[in-house]
């Protein structure tokens, strides 16, 4: 498979920046041929949105040599890849992603809902997690907002960080770090329990901006709790 | 007379009788190594005769006897079968230990006839003169082999008959030990015997440095075996596991295939179809490595209760509805009857909202509060429009749920569609 070509044809470099709703080059990494030409084929209904699809990748290190390529504002990632998984993807993707311009980020699209799988690509580096069973909207959707730097949480996502927050009930030493605030918690169970980001927003009676910062803080504790909580919930589970 | 053994040896009479009989040593019954009993039972003869004549060319073939018998024993495969063992020198109790069997008439028999026949074997070959000094340790090395080949024999018999007690155990050992010792104590003599005592050390020496330099040719080339040995046993359990997958997924998802390609026209079967396949191999995949609380069957926990009700609404009525729970706690009595209000309300979110998209279902275990809402983006509806005698909301949800000291909210969510919030306080036993 060597899609890696298509990037030849496209003629602009990168997304106008400030997060408008311009065109977004994404690189799509999973092994099954038939998932991205089905994912293809979703975006391109939704065209005017501007989504390209500039490259493709079924393994690792197909995906590593693209992406350095073609430098894409996101990435689609599969979190089940021959020769490492997404994980390894992230891990060698590393320093495009704490670029300074033009980072590119990961948005991790599963059809396994196993807590690790979740977690795992989270604290790798993936600003976001949605499930196949996305519709073709909320992805396009999902890949503006993972460009924008905000995280997408999908309910299961959601479900997964409340457990690993929730289920421990002693506060360790660096709380104000590691715990979620009432607010944040609130979004979460709201985003579980299947509402959009606006519906939040009308429910709480607060803007769908704050309720996108909530989320990215939480995205942020998620990835710097390696100290506490979430090392105990994963050794609890044997995550680790 | 079953057949075990996949192979005849060159030397074995060809059997002329249609139904093609196979040689085998017999594992019952047997003195040494089954071999008389095994070829009496392939020639149709009587044992003794089969006995008799190995004796006869045993003492008076020179050796040839001896040579048969152990090419038998060697290229001839073990067998189950024959006539059950009441020639064995051991009987099998009820209770499972072996004890000696009182002698019949046959037995004492064929002990008379090897007596004799080891009486004119020592009378011939005077073991008292000069060629008796190479004739005892060959007695004694021959001895040991048997008893080694024949625990060899028992080993692999013993893949058939599983019923190997501590006694059997321990007298197997016992009998490996022996058949060493007799081997070392054989050629011990030998050697002594050959040479002067005086020479012992210098044999031991030059026997060791022997040793040590063969373990050195070989070595590498053993170790390399083992390992191929120990790979290859891995790729036969991956292969294995492989295969089990393979099976699965042929039973299961072919299947499914099959019904959906009989149902295309069918959407809302189809989808019913394959959202039934995905959950199971859904459940299949990654249930093992899961989180540990999914694994118990029968839904003992909230968590379980929950998805497996959600499973059960989704698969009657064909919409999909997506579960997130958090937290867990076992069931009791309330949480049961929560359970029941939340399925109702499922019932209802599928009927009524399904064709807005999936259902989503949330439960969350905080302290002693159980927390179920379900959702759908359907039209939505009117608690206080429905008719009085329409009883399936007020009863079956918000009744319910009062009855058992919980609450129970209908609202219409922002965007269209109903949600139904249960709230429920744990017993407080259960904490």
Same mark, same amino acid.
């Given at each position: 498979?060597?899609?890696?070509?298509?990037?030849?044809?496209?003629?602009?470099?990168?997304?106008?920046?400030?997060?408008?709703?311009?065109?977004?080059?994404?690189?799509?990494?999973?092994?099954?041929?038939?998932?991205?030409?089905?994912?293809?084929?979703?975006?391109?209904?939704?065209?005017?949105?501007?989504?390209?699809?500039?490259?493709?990748?079924?393994?690792?290190?197909?995906?590593?040599?693209?992406?350095?390529?073609?430098?894409?504002?996101?990435?689609?990632?599969?979190?089940?890849?021959?020769?490492?998984?997404?994980?390894?993807?992230?891990?060698?993707?590393?320093?495009?992603?704490?670029?300074?311009?033009?980072?590119?980020?990961?948005?991790?699209?599963?059809?396994?809902?196993?807590?690790?799988?979740?977690?795992?690509?989270?604290?790798?580096?993936?600003?976001?997690?949605?499930?196949?069973?996305?519709?073709?909207?909320?992805?396009?959707?999902?890949?503006?907002?993972?460009?924008?730097?905000?995280?997408?949480?999908?309910?299961?996502?959601?479900?997964?960080?409340?457990?690993?927050?929730?289920?421990?009930?002693?506060?360790?030493?660096?709380?104000?770090?590691?715990?979620?605030?009432?607010?944040?918690?609130?979004?979460?169970?709201?985003?579980?329990?299947?509402?959009?980001?606006?519906?939040?927003?009308?429910?709480?009676?607060?803007?769908?901006?704050?309720?996108?910062?909530?989320?990215?803080?939480?995205?942020?504790?998620?990835?710097?709790?390696?100290?506490?909580?979430?090392?105990?919930?994963?050794?609890?589970?044997?995550?680790? | 007379?079953?057949?075990?053994?996949?192979?005849?040896?060159?030397?074995?009479?060809?059997?002329?009788?249609?139904?093609?009989?196979? #040689?085998?040593?017999?594992?019952?019954?047997?003195?040494?190594?089954?071999?008389?009993?095994?070829?009496?039972?392939?020639?149709?003869?009587?044992?003794?005769?089969?006995? #008799?004549?190995?004796?006869?060319?045993?003492?008076?073939?020179?050796?040839?006897?001896?040579?048969?018998?152990?090419?038998?024993?060697?290229?001839?495969?073990?067998?189950?079968?024959?006539?059950?063992?009441?020639?064995?020198?051991?009987?099998?109790?009820?209770?499972?230990?072996?004890?000696?069997?009182?002698?019949?008439?046959?037995?004492?028999?064929?002990?008379?006839?090897?007596?004799?026949?080891?009486?004119?074997?020592?009378?011939?070959?005077?073991?008292?003169?000069?060629?008796?000094?190479?004739?005892?340790?060959?007695?004694?090395?021959?001895?040991?082999?048997?008893?080694?080949?024949?625990?060899?024999?028992?080993?692999?018999?013993?893949?058939?008959?599983?019923?190997?007690?501590?006694?059997?155990?321990?007298?197997?050992?016992?009998?490996? #030990?022996?058949?060493?010792?007799?081997?070392?104590?054989?050629?011990?003599?030998?050697?002594?015997?050959?040479?002067?005592?005086?020479?012992?050390?210098?044999?031991?020496?030059?026997?060791?440095?022997?040793?040590?330099?063969?373990?050195?040719?070989?070595?590498?080339?053993?170790?390399?075996?083992?390992?191929?040995?120990?790979?290859?046993?891995?790729?036969?359990?991956?292969?294995?596991?492989?295969?089990?997958?393979?099976?699965?997924?042929?039973?299961?998802?072919?299947?499914?295939?099959? #019904?959906?390609?009989?149902?295309?026209?069918?959407?809302?079967?189809?989808?019913?179809?394959?959202?039934?396949?995905?959950?199971?191999?859904?459940?299949?995949?990654?249930?093992?490595?899961?989180?540990?609380?999914?694994?118990?069957?029968?839904?003992?926990?909230?968590?379980?209760?929950?998805?497996?009700?959600?499973?059960?609404?989704?698969?009657?009525?064909?919409?999909?509805?997506?579960?997130?729970?958090?937290?867990?706690?076992?069931?009791?009595?309330?949480?049961?009857?929560?359970?029941?209000?939340?399925?109702?309300?499922?019932?209802?979110?599928?009927?009524?909202?399904?064709?807005?998209?999936?259902?989503?279902?949330?439960?969350?275990?905080?302290?002693?509060?159980?927390?179920?809402?379900?959702?759908?983006?359907?039209?939505?509806?009117?608690?206080?429009?429905?008719?009085?005698?329409?009883?399936?909301?007020?009863?079956?949800?918000?009744?319910?749920?009062?009855?058992?000291?919980?609450?129970?909210?209908?609202?219409?969510?922002?965007?269209?569609?109903?949600?139904?919030?249960?709230?429920?306080?744990?017993?407080?036993?259960?904490?």
């Amino acid at each position: 498979m060597t899609e890696a070509g298509e990037n030849a044809g496209t003629g602009e470099t990168g997304g106008p920046p400030g997060g408008s709703r311009g065109r977004v080059r994404v690189v799509l990494v999973d092994d099954h041929r038939m998932f991205r030409t089905g994912v293809q084929a979703e975006i391109g209904e939704t065209d005017r949105t501007g989504v390209e699809v500039v490259g493709e990748a079924a393994d690792v290190d197909q995906a590593v040599t693209v992406i350095t390529a073609t430098r894409p504002e996101v990435v689609l990632l599969d979190v089940h890849l021959p020769g490492g998984g997404g994980v390894e993807v992230l891990r060698r993707c590393a320093p495009l992603m704490a670029a300074a311009e033009n980072p590119v980020r990961f948005l991790a699209l599963s059809v396994s809902d196993a807590a690790e799988d979740v977690i795992g690509v989270i604290r790798g580096g993936a600003r976001g997690y949605v499930t196949k069973t996305i519709t073709g909207t909320d992805l396009v959707d999902s890949v503006f907002r993972v460009q924008d730097g905000d995280a997408v949480f999908s309910p299961r996502l959601a479900g997964f960080v409340l457990d690993a927050f929730a289920s421990t009930d002693a506060p360790p030493v660096d709380e104000d770090l590691d715990r979620l605030t009432q607010r944040e918690r609130e979004v979460l169970r709201l985003i579980a329990r299947g509402y959009a980001y606006k519906e939040i927003a009308k429910q709480l009676f607060i803007s769908v901006k704050t309720v996108e910062s909530h989320v990215s803080a939480v995205l942020r504790k998620l990835q710097l709790s390696n100290r506490h909580e979430l090392t105990r919930w994963a050794t609890a589970r044997r995550l680790v | 007379m079953p057949v075990a053994a996949a192979t005849r040896p060159p030397h074995a009479p060809d059997a002329d009788d249609p139904p093609q009989r196979k #040689l085998y040593r017999s594992a019952d019954g047997r003195m040494l190594g089954g071999v008389a009993r095994g070829l009496a039972g392939h020639l149709g003869l009587p044992v003794g005769w089969v006995r #008799l004549a190995f004796l006869l060319l045993f003492m008076w073939g020179d050796g040839l006897g001896v040579l048969l018998y152990a090419a038998f024993w060697v290229f001839v495969p073990l067998g189950v079968g024959g006539r059950a063992g009441h020639r064995s020198f051991f009987e099998t109790l009820p209770d499972g230990t072996r004890r000696l069997r009182k002698p019949d008439r046959g037995q004492i028999t064929a002990l008379v006839a090897l007596f004799i026949g080891a009486g004119i074997f020592i009378s011939k070959v005077q073991l008292g003169g000069e060629s008796g000094r190479y004739v005892w340790p060959t007695l004694l090395v021959g001895a040991g082999v048997v008893l080694v080949w024949r625990q060899a024999d028992n080993a692999r018999r013993a893949h058939w008959t599983t019923a190997a007690g501590r006694h059997g155990r321990l007298f197997q050992a016992a009998r490996a #030990l022996a058949g060493v010792a007799l081997v070392g104590v054989g050629l011990t003599v030998f050697i002594v015997v050959r040479g002067s005592a005086a020479q012992l050390g210098n044999v031991l020496t030059a026997t060791l440095a022997v040793l040590v330099g063969v373990a050195l040719l070989a070595g590498p080339w053993l170790i390399r075996m083992t390992q191929d040995l120990s790979e290859e046993r891995l790729m036969r359990i991956r292969a294995q596991e492989r295969a089990e997958v393979a099976a699965h997924v042929h039973d299961s998802v072919l299947h499914t295939l099959t #019904l959906i390609q009989r149902n295309a026209e069918d959407a809302g079967e189809v989808r019913r179809l394959a959202r039934a396949q995905e959950r199971e191999l859904r459940n299949w995949l990654y249930k093992p490595e899961g989180t540990g609380k999914d694994e118990a069957e029968e839904p003992a926990t909230l968590a379980e209760a929950v998805k497996k009700t959600a499973a059960e609404v989704e698969d009657h009525h064909g919409v999909p509805i997506e579960v997130v729970v958090v937290g867990d706690c076992p069931l009791d009595e309330k949480l049961g009857a929560q359970i029941q209000a939340a399925r109702e309300a499922m019932v209802n979110a599928a009927k009524y909202g399904g064709e807005g998209g999936p259902v989503q279902v949330y439960a969350e275990v905080e302290g002693q509060t159980v927390f179920v809402s379900v959702r759908d983006r359907g039209p939505g509806f009117d608690i206080d429009a429905v008719p009085e005698d329409r009883m399936g909301v007020r009863e079956s949800i918000i009744g319910r749920m009062q009855r058992n000291g919980g609450t129970a909210r209908l609202r219409s969510a922002p965007d269209g569609g109903t949600e139904v919030e249960l709230e429920m306080e744990r017993a407080a036993n259960a904490a």
